[in-house]
């Protein structure tokens, strides 16, 4: 073998190495297998990859039998957003519901043990939590994703989940760097951008992100997002500025200090693949500074996988990227897998630490007690349990693409099996006079309407208040972020959609 073809191999497998591809089905593909072994280093799981935690055990055993070390990550924030319980809704709330509790023990628990199933089922790479500063309430795509609008309060909580989840032996991968919180445009759609200035941006979003750097969180994800005070003509995942000069740059020179693995938010979002095109897209974004290409969230399969590698080899060939940046990334990559297959939970403390195992013996698991406590419920100390059948009216708009549609959301399951004869309707701003429809539909039950993001949207306020002028015994449950003034017999604001929340908001309903 000659000195160029070993070149051209090294080459073709660093560029491999770089990916991060998703893929259809729940068992291996015969092609994933294949790049696995030609040197693909990580691969991306979403819902559609899970059916149960022992099939995902299988899953990951499958691929481990062709590369021992591999990063498999995997999008899992709890809350709105998982792939765990994609079809059952999660078992633990989301941050904001943990940052209005503020109980950093919480938090550092919450993630500890949604780490160690993880662990358990050979995920190693979590893309969470997010540090995003929600400095925006009328932000379309973070929200309950994120702790919250104080920076301090964001940065402690991102902390404690870096910790939990770190312990239990899965790598952090803090998002939306250099932060999503103050946008009005959803990335997956569009091109958002933020105007703050360099000041702002480093008294707000960048706070929680220097937190995390310096508790050690293995990986961070950049953000396709526009901030001219960085950078005025590329988004955050292309700009040399954002990921080599501030994020990649030592705390002397005034950057982060980040050392670890820099991996991009999905490429296949149209902020990107509608902008740059996706060929072109990783070209730019592993220039300016990142080291694993996250692709797969909508697009899966040899094809794209193969596309990319291609433009990575020929870019180093025409000098468009530099072979040694295209190695460093490869490095990271294998350094990172190395790490967590070196992880071994004897090695992390387990549940030693007393704060790790705060309130995993509460009665419903830790994910309950935590959404318990995230209630604020107001009209408790007048209202009355049902003597009889509820209505819950679920006023809906379509998911943002990170939640997906298929997660089931509200307290209407958890009713129905509380209190006997319940019925449930859903409905959305396409349905004319949503309020009149609902009184129809309830005939002479008592309506429970439950709502997200209330404040964003005028067709939801407007039924509302016309089912709170129509029955005064109306109770009104918000699931999203609680910026509309409590309204209802009873209101209860859950600060998210999981599971956990909507069984919290059901028992103070039935039960009072």
Known sequence: MTTSVRASDTLT????????????????????????????ASVGLFGRNIDSPEQLALLTEQLRDVRADLLIAIDEEGGDVTRLEARGGSSYPGNLALGHIDDPDLTRAVAHELGSRLAAAGVNLNWAPSADVNSNPDNPVIGVRSFGGDPALVARHTVAYIEGLQAAGVAACVKHFPGHGDTAVDSHHAMPRIDADLETLRARELVPFAAAIEAGSKCVMSAHILLPALDEARPGTLSPAALTGLLRAPRSEGGLGHQGLIVTDGMEMRAISATYGLERGSVLALAAGADAICVGGGLAGEDTVLRLRDALVSAVRDGELTEERLADAAARVRGLAAWARGVRRSDTGGLADPALRAGTSAAGGIGLEAARRALVVTGLESYRHPSGPLYVAALTTVANIAVGDETPWGPAAELERMVPGTRTGTYGSADGDVGAAVLADAGDRPVVVVVRDLHRHPWMSEAVA???????????????????????????????????????????????
């Open 13 to 40: 497998r660093d560029a491999l190495a770089v990916l991060q591809p998703g893929f259809a089905g729940t068992s291996a593909p015969s092609w994933l297998l294949r790049q696995l072994d030609e040197g693909l």
């Open 466 to 512: 016309r089912l709170v002028a129509a029955r005064q015994d109306t109770v009104v449950v918000e699931m999203g972020l609680p910026q509309a003034a409590p309204q209802g017999a009873l209101h209860i604001a859950t600060h998210g959609a999981a599971r956990v929340c909507g069984r919290a908001a059901a028992e103070v309903i039935a039960r009072g």
